[in-house]
């Protein structure tokens, strides 16, 4: 034991027993799947990568006491489970599994004695919130289908908006040019671009400098024509995509993308998504193949779980898109209803992830454009092709922080569309 000794207790055998105070915290952040803990120590424990079973001491006595909290707050993922060695836990014997299940948690146990054991004298979730205050300021669009050949040729050219919402000119691509891809915010100030035509499921990471890194092998079934949206304050999902289908990648706050997980919802691709109410995700609209649209919607809640399709408002249409803007508040709009036929239509989404009716366009109807939050509470969107005469643009239009589209903006960059965007940076 380190340190000061501060209102600490004599243990049956008149040795003193360290209080969370007093007690010698681990240095080494555990990560592994098992740890024999002693007492008077406290313990960082990381449940990222798998769950952690915790051997608490076998000869134990009366003020033993023992720290553990969430490093990671992935508990709620990975437990942490105790094996309490033979002694009894909260009065039960050690033939009963504990375990602890709620992210941001710290448990402060202490032992009793022989009839109860060691017993929690604290098991208190710590609110994830205030941690991240910093909104994000800045995004990017990238890649696509440009206005060369016939029906475009794919590029990684990449443009900067800035936190007044100016879209800077082009910056030459890196990774594989590619269209039909998606992004998403995560790690507080960073995004990620997977998937896309190709097909592919390479990912690139863009950090709070708007820097898109090489190429990154992918994880989860190679698809284009999918969504993506932040969730969980820090993390990131995938999901849906062409072939119709409905499963989904979780994205981790180091930019790791999970295996598939099980559809949930319609099977469907040119879909659209966004963050709403802070840490929650929303997907929306989308085709499933024939010219059948639809304008199902599917939350997904702050732990990456997707929910049951609701039942669509608005306009049935594919090549919407979607962004955050205000405070827990975004919106969906323009998208193809069919043939050569697009629309400017938005549909706002509330703080509840409720899907308003449709209002009434602002600027020229297209497809396939892309949206990033910026400026900390508002939005921009831009690009797009016109489907009539295949015409690919760069004009941009501007949401205010109550969800007002401006006109359209005298574009900036490489015309295209079919490309992706998403916000990063926390400075201004």
Do not use: H
């Amino acid at each position: 034991m380190s340190g000061k000794i501060v209102n600490n207790v004599f243990r049956a055998s008149g040795v003193i027993a360290a209080t969370p105070g007093g007690l010698d915290w681990s240095t080494a952040v555990v990560t592994g799947s098992t740890l024999s803990a002693s007492a008077g120590k406290g313990y960082f424990i990381n449940t990222t990568s798998n769950a952690c079973t915790v051997t608490l001491p076998s000869s134990a006595e009366i003020g033993d006491q023992i720290v553990f909290a969430d490093y990671a707050r992935t508990w709620s993922t990975n437990n942490l489970i105790i094996d309490s060695n033979g002694n009894n836990f909260q009065g039960d014997p050690d033939t009963y599994t504990v375990d602890y299940s709620t992210a941001g948690q710290s448990l402060n146990i202490v032992y009793s004695d022989a009839t109860k054991g060691w017993l929690p004298v604290s098991d208190d979730a710590v609110e994830d919130v205030g941690i991240n205050t910093a909104p994000t300021q800045k995004g990017f669009f990238a890649f696509g289908l440009d206005n060369s050949g016939a029906y475009g040729t794919v590029t990684s050219v990449k443009n900067l908006l800035a936190s007044n919402g100016v879209i800077a000119s082009d910056v030459t691509g890196v990774g594989t040019a590619r269209q039909a891809l998606a992004a998403a915010s995560y790690g507080y100030d960073k995004a990620i671009i997977a998937f896309g035509g190709g097909v592919v499921n390479t990912r690139n990471l863009v950090n709070n400098s708007g820097v898109v890194a090489a190429d990154a092998t992918g994880a989860g079934t190679a698809r284009a024509f999918l969504a993506a949206a932040g969730y969980g304050n820090d993390k990131a999902i995938f999901g849906y995509g062409g072939g119709y289908v409905s499963i989904s990648n979780l994205c981790n706050n180091q930019g790791v993308v999970a295996a598939d997980v099980s559809g949930v919802g319609t099977a469907r691709g040119g879909l659209s998504a966004a963050t709403y109410g802070g840490d929650k995700a929303i997907f929306g609209f989308g085709t499933t193949g024939g010219g059948n649209m639809v304008s199902t919607t599917n939350k997904v809640s702050n732990s990456g779980v997707v929910s049951s399709d609701t039942t669509g408002v608005g306009t049935d249409r594919e090549g919407a898109t979607a962004a955050s803007y205000g405070v827990g508040l975004a919106f969906f709009a323009y998208g193809n209803t069919g043939g050569a036929n697009s629309v400017s239509t938005k549909n706002l989404i509330n703080s509840s992830g409720v899907v308003s009716a449709d209002v009434t366009g602002v600027g020229t109807e297209r497809r396939q454009p892309a949206a990033s939050s910026y400026g900390g509470d508002k939005a921009a969107v831009a690009y797009g092709q016109i489907p009539s005469g295949n015409t690919k643009v760069s004009m941009k239009n501007l949401v205010s922080n109550t969800g007002v589209i401006s006109a359209d903006v005298t574009g900036v960059g490489t015309a295209r569309y079919d490309l992706a965007a998403a916000g990063y940076s926390q400075s201004a």
